[in-house]
């Protein structure tokens, strides 16, 4: 049984950092997503990790960093500029999506990755 592990959530004032975990990360790809009780679970940021290629979504863009380190089999989250909009409890999730995909669709779809974390919460106030 895979089990993904998040960290690195907290509560932060706006316009701060965080930077979040997620091990382990030997997989194809990896993304983080986010949800709030009110919305359903959307995308951030997904990596193929052999090619290190990144893709953001929507507000991510310009503001998060998706990285990894293979020694440590570790992906890492580097948000900044952080508004109260992204709070959220933050998911990481692994999949196997060959790395010919790019489509914004499969990317951040959630049905695409087959292994989960339980999340880590983001609060920006």
């Known amino acids: 049984h895979v089990q993904l592990v998040e960290s690195g959530g907290g509560s932060v004032q706006a316009g701060g950092s965080l930077r979040l975990s997620c091990a382990p990360s030997r997989y194809r790809c990896i993304g983080w997503f986010r949800q709030t009780p009110e919305k359903e679970r959307e995308g951030v940021a997904t990596?193929?990790?052999?090619?290190?290629?990144?893709y953001y979504y929507g507000s991510a863009k310009n503001r998060f960093i998706l990285s990894q380190d293979k020694l440590k089999n570790t992906a890492f989250l580097q948000m900044r500029d952080l508004r109260p909009e992204d709070t959220a409890m933050y998911y990481c999730?692994?999949?196997?999506?060959?790395?010919?995909?790019?489509?914004?669709?499969?990317?951040?779809?959630?049905?695409?990755?087959?292994?989960w974390g339980q999340g880590t919460q983001v609060t920006v106030s």
């Open positions: 999730a692994a999949g196997t999506m060959p790395s010919s995909i790019q489509t914004t669709l499969v990317l951040f779809d959630p049905l695409r990755f087959s292994y």
């Open positions: 990596m193929y990790t052999t090619s290190g290629a990144t």
